[in-house]
Each structure stands twice: as C-alpha cells, then as structure tokens.
C-alpha cells in the first residue's frame, strides 16, 4: 500500500522531540538524517549523537490527512509548524539500492556480481566471481574499506590458507577468500543478520561446507594465516591482542574501517604483535596489513 510521507521544517525544534511527537501523532516510523554533510563515524559508547543539521521525516498510514496531521503536530509541539507532504508507493525498501548494485572489478580476476548479471563477455584474465546479495549486512564492495581488502585477496591469493574475517557482514571477504583458493574460513559477527547473509553468501557460491561462522563473543581459534577485520578504529585497537593471538608467527594481518588520519593510531597498537606495511589509501580510508612477528 502506498502511504503518506512528511518531512518536517525543524526551525530550531529539537530533533527528537519531533520524533517523540511524530510518533505520537501515528507515525508508522521516523527517519532522523543529516542534512549538512557531517558524519559521525564512532560515537562513544551508549550514546546516539545526532548531526549538527538534522532532517526528519516519516511515514504514515495511506489516507492520513496532511492538513489534520500538521494541526495535531503542532499540538504536540506547542507552537505551529511546516511540513511538506507526499504519497510514496510501498516498495520492498531493503531490497531498493540494489537497482544500481552490478558486477565490480577487483584486482586482477575478482568481481563481486549481483545474482544474474555477468562480468562484460571477453574479460580477461577469467574471472573469479562471488555472487552476492548482501540481504540487510554491511559489504557489496562499494565502499573503499571492503574494496580495498578485496583488493588484497585478489593479490595475495590466500590458496590452501585458513582465514578468518572478524566482522564478517555479507560474508564478502570469507566467501572471496574461499573461491580464490582458502582452505577453510571462519566469520565472526555481533549482528546475527550478518551471520544469516553470510550463510546465504556461502551458500550460493558453494562454499558453506568450508566456512564456520560464530557470534564473536566466541571462543576465537589461534593459528590462523591470515586475520581479517572490516571494522573500525576503535574496536580494531581493543582486539589487537585477540587478532594478534588469533594469527600464526609468519600470517597476515588486513586490517580496514579506519579513517586515513586514525592509521597511525591503529598501526601502533599491532606493532608489538606484526610488522607494518605500507598502507594503502582510498577516498579517506585507509588498509592496514603487516606480517606477525
């Protein structure tokens, strides 16, 4: 069913007293975004900070008079407000972005395709493919961070290798070492839709009898050769010791999720355990990797 969407003008109203009287007026649910280009990458814990520009909308049931719902706001509210109103025809939202998700390149022979679609007929050298459908998890391949670790895979070919991807997602990364030539994979994840997409990940790449995938709360194995996490900065610098434990004398470290300028941060906490490489950068991320000591 379609229904009736409104975005509220805030005119110095505080964000989420809106949302409280969004809701109070029969939102069916409140979308809080930022309108000014300020992201806020790694709030500290148990906070939800909101941006310095606020937008916010929300949707309501199809039939919902705009006229009665904006006097029955400013009730909530105390004072009048300014909302513009539109139907919007109900989609399958989770589904929407992936109108314009097709098959990407990484490396040498990687590419990440969507189910159904190809890379360009005569691409050479042959392809190694991950069909994906990432459902509700974090990685297609689109942003720099799990690009750029894709980008290692292809290189490094993990052949005959165990693995193990910290903060797996859609399982992007396990499912990509598993096809370039891993022996085993293992996925760790606190997100049990993460845990789910990678199943599914696995599944439709025929890779699910070489991979585990474990809440990451888990014990964690040791002896792996080569340690994966997406993440970001903070939750890298706190696992450094697990990660470290995690990778044989001589394996691999990726490290990805970290901002250019946290790199160094990030790079001094695994100096005790690995010996840093040159770090690669892309569009403000930066990929950590380095070798255990």
Not at 76 to 90: F, N, P
Not at 152 to 164: H, S
Request: net charge negative.
């Amino acid at each position: 069913m379609p229904f009736l969407q409104v975005h509220v003008t805030l005119d110095g109203l505080d964000p989420e007293t809106v949302e409280t009287a969004l809701f109070a007026t029969g939102a069916l649910s409140v979308t809080l975004v930022d309108a000014g280009d300020t992201p806020i990458l790694e709030p500290l814990l148990g906070t939800t900070p909101l941006w310095p520009a606020t937008a916010v909308s929300a949707l309501y049931e199809e039939g919902t008079d705009a006229t009665d719902l904006t006097a029955a706001l400013g009730v909530q509210l105390g004072r009048t407000i300014q909302l513009r109103a539109e139907t919007l025809a109900d989609r399958i939202w989770e589904r929407e972005w992936l109108k314009d998700f097709h098959p990407m390149r990484f490396g040498e022979r990687l590419w990440i395709c969507p189910g159904g679609q190809l890379p360009p007929v005569g691409t050479t050298p042959e392809p190694t493919i991950v069909w994906l459908d990432p459902g509700l998890a974090f990685g297609t391949g689109t942003h720099a961070t799990t690009a750029l670790c894709l980008e290692w895979l292809d290189q490094e070919r993990p052949t005959g290798r165990r693995v193990l991807d910290v903060g797996c997602g859609s399982g992007i990364l396990a499912v990509a070492a598993l096809l370039l030539g891993a022996h085993r994979a293992h996925g760790l994840d606190i997100d049990p839709q993460a845990l789910t997409a990678s199943t599914d990940n696995a599944t439709r790449n025929g890779v699910l009898d070489r991979l585990t995938l474990a809440a990451a709360e888990a014990p964690w194995d040791t002896g792996y050769d080569v340690v994966l996490a997406n993440i970001l900065a903070e939750p890298l610098i706190e696992l450094a010791p697990r990660i470290a434990q995690a990778t044989r004398p001589g394996g691999a470290v990726v490290l990805a999720g970290l901002l250019t300028e946290q790199a160094e941060w990030v790079a001094a906490a695994y100096r005790p355990w690995f010996t840093m490489e040159t770090p690669r950068e892309r569009d403000g991320w930066t990929r950590l990797s380095g070798r255990r000591l």
